[in-house]
């Protein structure tokens, strides 16, 4: 077990010594913060929701279904669901919302058992039974809503992980060679925990990804997911965001050392296709595939993600947010987690001004999902 008391500690520690802080890095001393948050979660969910109708689809299968332009509208589909990306980014709110009413209490909150056992509920939505010699957490609101009971061809490493029973950590991971997107797609809201240091969110996301996944690509994709999310809702550019998050990959040895080169990979081909020859030169869907592979490993995954929110960026917001969804869900790989982790950038950019309301009104559990997002901000408030 890690040593309680870890990142989300320092919030406590700091807010209540200091009182609230007010300084123009604090994202949480600004009132758009919970609006970023809210658009970085439902964004989310809205490119779960369109890549999901899509997920084992080639393009070319896609195509056939739905035309030249691919599935692009997530209101137009018969029941806009959400899967396991967005069900396991609820349980990371979730537990991190426990973490932080702890600190806020004034009690040592181990963030990962938090985050293990919120894990541990959502394994048990997916019908399975934990072993006997697992915790077994008391369930929650968000485990037991029905609509949260469903099985989405959820991650195989996600499932494993947790069906073993046992708390994988960095030093002793649970599926060693795993690198899946699971870890990934589900991290954005460690960035989106204000008043902490971004390389604290980053290192507890990459703690967080040795719960299931053990290879130390899953940690360094995850981390710099939050990495890029925490530095946008600071105040940075999207291009400034991802610019810092890769000059910390290079600072951090070789098992980052994919994702690093995924990341500038993404940076390049997004900076050659706008300067080049504006958004209509952006790789098309054969190409997308080519480049960066499927994104069902954490790095590609992570990669597609960030290219198709460059790539767009010079677009009003709305347009931007609706390209980078489009883009992310339609291509031969993984589309639902790629379109997904593209919804969490890009609507933490902007909040909740660039989601088509429409699009969040189709929303099967747009309840669920705006009820979590309340109680982590409530938690974070509280934390201020
Ligand atoms: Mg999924």
């Given at each position: 077990?890690?040593?309680?008391?870890g990142d989300?500690h320092?919030t406590s520690?700091?807010?209540s010594t200091?009182g609230?802080?007010t300084?123009?890095?604090d994202p949480?001393?600004?009132?758009?913060?919970?609006?970023?948050v809210?658009?970085?979660?439902l964004a989310?969910?809205l490119?779960?929701?369109?890549?999901?109708?899509?997920?084992?689809?080639?393009w070319?299968?896609?195509?056939?279904?739905?035309g030249?332009a691919?599935?692009?509208?997530p209101?137009?589909?018969?029941r806009?669901?959400i899967?396991?990306?967005?069900?396991?980014?609820l349980?990371t709110?979730e537990a991190?919302?426990?973490?932080?009413?702890?600190?806020?209490?004034?009690?040592?909150?181990d963030?990962?058992?938090?985050?293990w056992?919120a894990?541990?509920?959502?394994y048990?939505?997916q019908?399975?039974?934990?072993?006997?010699?697992?915790?077994?957490?008391?369930a929650?609101?968000?485990?037991s809503?029905?609509?949260?009971r469903?099985?989405r061809?959820a991650?195989?490493?996600?499932?494993?992980g947790l069906?073993s029973?046992?708390?994988?950590?960095?030093?002793?991971p649970?599926?060693?060679?795993?690198k899946g997107c699971?870890?990934?797609?589900?991290?954005?809201?460690?960035?989106?925990?204000p008043?902490?240091p971004?390389e604290d969110?980053v290192?507890?996301a990459?703690r967080?990804?040795?719960?299931?996944?053990g290879?130390?690509t899953?940690a360094?994709?995850?981390?710099?997911?939050?990495g890029?999310?925490?530095?946008?809702?600071?105040?940075?550019?999207?291009?400034?965001?991802v610019?810092?998050?890769?000059?910390t990959?290079a600072?951090?040895g070789?098992?980052?050392a994919e994702?690093?080169?995924?990341?500038r990979r993404?940076?390049?081909?997004?900076?050659?296709d706008?300067?080049d020859?504006?958004?209509?030169s952006?790789?098309?869907p054969p190409?997308l595939?080519?480049?960066?592979?499927?994104?069902w490993?954490a790095?590609?995954?992570?990669?597609?993600?960030?290219?198709?929110?460059?790539?767009?960026?010079?677009?009003?917001p709305a347009?931007?947010?609706?390209r980078?969804?489009?883009?992310a869900?339609?291509?031969d790989?993984?589309?639902?987690?790629t379109?997904?982790?593209?919804?969490?950038i890009?609507?933490?950019l902007?909040?909740t001004t660039a989601?088509?309301?429409a699009?969040?009104?189709?929303?099967?559990e747009?309840?669920v999902v705006?009820?979590?997002i309340?109680?982590?901000?409530a938690?974070?408030?509280?934390?201020?």
């Amino acid at each position: 077990m890690p040593s309680p008391g870890g990142d989300l500690h320092t919030t406590s520690q700091t807010t209540s010594t200091t009182g609230p802080a007010t300084g123009p890095d604090d994202p949480g001393s600004r009132p758009e913060h919970a609006d970023r948050v809210r658009g970085s979660v439902l964004a989310g969910a809205l490119g779960d929701a369109l890549g999901y109708a899509v997920e084992f689809d080639s393009w070319s299968a896609i195509v056939a279904r739905w035309g030249e332009a691919g599935v692009t509208d997530p209101a137009g589909l018969d029941r806009p669901v959400i899967s396991d990306d967005t069900q396991m980014t609820l349980f990371t709110l979730e537990a991190l919302a426990e973490a932080l009413r702890w600190a806020n209490e004034g009690s040592a909150a181990d963030e990962l058992a938090c985050l293990w056992l919120a894990y541990l509920r959502w394994y048990r939505t997916q019908g399975e039974l934990l072993p006997g010699d697992a915790p077994q957490p008391p369930a929650t609101w968000l485990e037991s809503d029905p609509s949260m009971r469903h099985r989405r061809a959820a991650g195989n490493a996600c499932l494993s992980g947790l069906g073993s029973g046992r708390m994988g950590t960095v030093e002793r991971p649970v599926n060693p060679d795993s690198k899946g997107c699971g870890t990934v797609m589900r991290s954005a809201p460690f960035g989106l925990v204000p008043h902490v240091p971004v390389e604290d969110m980053v290192r507890l996301a990459a703690r967080g990804s040795a719960l299931t996944h053990g290879h130390p690509t899953a940690a360094a994709a995850a981390g710099a997911l939050a990495g890029i999310v925490a530095r946008i809702i600071r105040g940075a550019s999207l291009e400034d965001a991802v610019a810092a998050t890769v000059a910390t990959l290079a600072e951090a040895g070789d098992g980052a050392a994919e994702t690093l080169a995924a990341l500038r990979r993404a940076v390049e081909e997004a900076e050659a296709d706008r300067a080049d020859h504006g958004p209509d030169s952006a790789l098309d869907p054969p190409r997308l595939a080519q480049r960066f592979g499927g994104g069902w490993v954490a790095e590609e995954a992570l990669a597609i993600a960030v290219y198709c929110a460059l790539v767009d960026a010079d677009d009003d917001p709305a347009t931007h947010l609706r390209r980078a969804l489009v883009r992310a869900a339609n291509h031969d790989g993984d589309s639902d987690s790629t379109a997904a982790i593209a919804g969490n950038i890009v609507g933490a950019l902007y909040g909740t001004t660039a989601l088509d309301p429409a699009w969040v009104e189709a929303l099967v559990e747009r309840d669920v999902v705006e009820r979590e997002i309340d109680e982590f901000l409530a938690a974070v408030g509280g934390a201020r």
